[in-house]
């Protein structure tokens, strides 16, 4: 699989999911729909989980990801996050 696959397949996943809803990818990483866009984020590993900044999974990231990304999708782990913000 390659980003440009795998990419829409989450943005449409997590548009149906509703507000709200992040993609829980690995430990460090999540992503999120913005209402117009699909955002990636760090995510802090030390203590509060809390969202630790936006990234562009670019080529390095995902040759680094691509398989556990590749089969996350197999079986999606979804949850609700209050710190997610929508685009204006």
């Not at 507000?19 to 460090?28: F, H, K, N, S, Y």
């Not at 203590?47 to 691509?66: P, Y």
Request: glycine share 8%; no cysteine; aromatic share 10%.
């Amino acid at each position: 699989m390659q980003p440009e696959n795998f990419e829409p397949q989450l943005a449409a996943l997590l548009q149906g999911a509703g507000r709200g809803t992040a993609a829980e990818l690995v430990d460090t990483m999540s992503a999120y729909w913005t209402g117009s866009r699909l955002v990636f984020v760090n995510v802090d590993t030390v203590g509060t989980g809390a969202l630790a900044g936006k990234f562009e999974l670019d080529a390095q990231r995902w040759a680094q990801w691509k398989e556990w990304l590749s089969d996350w999708l197999m079986d999606p782990v979804l949850s609700v996050r209050h710190d997610l913000h929508d685009e204006p």
